[in-house]
């Protein structure tokens, strides 16, 4: 089955700077990558998802690049703001055999210092 | 509609005790999402359904734990002898296949945190 691996598991950066989370996945199966944001105490939230059939996607600061070839994807924060403080999860959609089942990364946590 | 609906959202109870939890999702999802989180960690999957059908369960839910989706639309997650190690955030998604209501994105409701004493 898919296993997601997600690094680095700790990330300080100063605000304004930018941040990039790398996750790797082993199933070239799957076809649909999402970023999820978690704050503390609450669901995670979609920020930007990237399907198989692009390279990269970008929303106003947030950016998704995908390679499959190495079976990579990363996502990229530019210009850093404390409220971007957070922890941050990668999937990827493994459509095999007829289930749908989304697997996470073992999540980023991000501190944007003032 | 304003998304997924869980509860209980916090239950604390006694070891050896049965604990339900409801989900209901969003109304023209047709697929369901149990998953499991603890604290530093992803949401680990635990079950799917796709309308009333369980699809697929976790090696990580033991006989004590029991899912349904009666008439494809609300679901609940069944723990029996609970134990200490079971204390933990349990998440329900919802996600539809349809292009019009986002394919495969998928929403989390808050979660029903149970602590096991």
């Known amino acids: 089955g898919e296993n997601v691996e997600q690094h680095p598991s700790t990330l300080s950066v100063q605000e304004g700077d930018s941040a990039v989370i790398k996750c790797t996945y082993s199933?070239?199966?799957?076809?649909?990558f999402p970023w999820y944001k978690q704050e503390l105490g609450k669901r995670p939230q979609l920020i930007i998802d990237?399907?198989?059939?692009?390279g990269e996607k970008k929303d106003q600061r947030i950016a998704v690049t995908l390679n499959k070839t190495a079976k990579h994807f990363s996502l990229h924060i530019t210009e850093t703001q404390p409220e971007d403080s957070a922890v941050y999860f990668c999937?990827?959609?493994?459509?095999?055999?007829?289930?749908?089942?989304?697997?996470f990364g073992t999540g980023t946590r991000l501190k944007v210092l003032a | 509609d304003t998304g997924v609906s869980q509860d209980p959202r916090h239950k604390i109870t006694k070891r050896g005790q049965n604990v339900t939890f409801r989900c209901d999702p969003i109304?023209?999802?047709?697929?369901l999402y149990w998953y499991r989180q603890t604290l530093g960690q992803g949401p680990e999957f635990l079950t799917y359904?796709?309308?009333?059908?369980?699809?697929?369960k976790s090696r990580l839910l033991s006989d004590r734990f029991s899912a349904e989706r009666p008439k494809g639309s609300f679901s609940t997650l069944e723990i029996q002898r609970t134990e200490q190690g079971d204390s933990a955030m349990y998440l329900c998604?919802?996600?539809?296949?349809?292009?019009?209501?986002?394919?495969?994105?998928?929403?989390f409701g808050a979660g029903s945190r149970l602590t096991v004493l």
């Open positions: 999937a990827a959609f493994d459509p095999q055999r007829g289930t749908y089942k989304y697997i």
């Open positions: 109304s023209e999802h047709n697929r």
């Open positions: 199933d070239s199966a799957s076809n649909y």
């Open positions: 990237i399907r198989s059939n692009v």
């Open positions: 359904f796709q309308n009333e059908a369980q699809l697929e």
């Open positions: 998604a919802s996600s539809s296949r349809d292009k019009r209501a986002g394919a495969n994105v998928l929403t």
